[in-house]
């Protein structure tokens, strides 16, 4: 029985490992269609490679001018080094889409927040230089009846006496304290 | 050759540049057909491994990776080049320019040249595999690792476009047969 050409082929370029490769080589020698096949595959071989030897001989006069070329680029700013802040780094596309969109909302939240300090600093500051227009003792009373008088809307800057806080008298003492729980007899 | 590298980068460079020039000249010359164009691209791809010289373990991955550059660079020129052609075609009526002069032609063979036109005229999976076999001189393992197929793929592939070279000489009436 003949061998399957692809494995008649893979023959031919030496890729059949022992045995299998002396197996098929005595199978050739004895048949006709397979000898004509590899006669084919062979010829096609030498067909192809047979411009090798021209090709060749370019090659020998560009490897001189591509050494060169190389040389000169290399030497006149071509990284070979692999600077850090030139180099590339290959970053798959859902990661690099994944980043840019994550840049993009911190940038927002960032702004964002930037603008509320800028409101709560406006605030602050619109408060010191507010103008007083009540005096110590002031009730209120007298506060709710000032806002209800405004047409639009006002800031109100109330500053306690510093005594009002209170301060710490006596002496300390431990306070104990019982938990009761239902049903239980502790 | 490099100015910015170490003595053992430089040698190992030279040494991956001695070993494939030739090589990958060949498969660039046999896919673009023109020297000068083999030329830019093997010298465009070795800039490449150049640039990229850290990120490569050892030198066959270097290797490798190079062949793979040098085939899709020389595919793109050939793509470039088909394009150009069809605008100069339709406004100046040129005829291809990139193949050699009459009296080469004469000496290599009316036979030689029909298959070098046929295996053009093969599915590129079939034919790359092909040139790399025939002129890279890569076997069906190292073919695989540049093209990222497994071996048996690339034993199969062989076959079917050596059958397809000769199927084409038989209907055009060239009989690849014949020594």
Redesign the interface.
């Known amino acids: 029985m003949c061998p399957d050409?692809?494995l008649v082929?893979?023959w031919i370029?030496?890729?059949v490992p022992s045995p299998w490769r002396e197996t098929i080589e005595r199978h050739i020698e004895t048949c006709a269609t397979c000898s004509?096949f590899v006669?084919?595959?062979r010829?096609?071989?030498v067909?192809?490679?047979?411009?090798?030897d021209?090709?060749?001989a370019?090659?020998?006069a560009?490897?001189v001018?591509?050494?060169e070329?190389?040389?000169f680029?290399?030497?006149h700013g071509?990284?070979?080094?692999?600077r850090f802040w030139t180099r590339r780094f290959p970053v798959p596309f859902p990661v690099a889409a994944a980043a840019a969109l994550a840049l993009a909302v911190l940038g927002f939240a960032l702004a964002d927040s930037g603008r509320r300090n800028a409101d709560l600093r406006m605030a602050v500051q619109r408060a010191y230089e507010a103008t007083p227009v009540a005096t110590s003792g002031m009730g209120i009373e007298s506060i709710i009846e000032y806002i209800s008088r405004q047409n639009s809307a006002v800031n109100i800057n109330i500053t306690l006496p510093a005594e009002a806080f209170g301060s710490v008298t006596g002496d300390p003492f431990i306070v104990r304290e019982a938990d009761y729980q239902a049903g239980s007899r502790q | 050759m490099f100015n910015n590298r170490s003595g053992a980068d430089n040698a190992a460079f030279k040494a991956l540049y001695d070993e494939t020039f030739t090589m990958l000249f060949r498969v660039a010359r046999r896919i673009t057909n023109s020297d000068e164009a083999a030329e830019d691209v093997v010298h465009d791809s070795y800039i490449k491994v150049v640039e990229r010289w850290g990120i490569f373990p050892t030198r066959d991955d270097a290797k490798y990776w190079l062949i793979r550059v040098v085939k899709n660079n020389a595919l793109n020129w050939i793509k470039r080049k088909g394009r150009e052609q069809k605008v100069y075609q339709r406004y100046f009526k040129e005829v291809d320019a990139v193949s050699e002069s009459p009296e080469e032609e004469t000496l290599k063979g009316e036979v030689t040249r029909d298959m070098r036109r046929y295996l053009d005229k093969l599915p590129e999976k079939f034919r790359m595999v092909l040139v790399l076999k025939e002129y890279g001189m890569l076997n069906y393992k190292e073919i695989g690792r540049v093209l990222g197929i497994a071996e048996g793929n690339v034993k199969v592939r062989v076959f079917r476009a050596r059958e397809a070279l000769a199927e084409m000489m038989r209907e055009e009436g060239s009989d690849v047969s014949r020594p």
């Open positions: 050409h692809e082929s893979a370029d030496g890729e004509g006669a084919t595959m010829r096609t071989h067909l192809l490679s047979s411009d090798v021209g090709i060749d370019s090659a020998d560009a490897r001018r591509v050494e070329r190389l040389g680029a290399v030497s071509i990284s070979t080094t692999g």
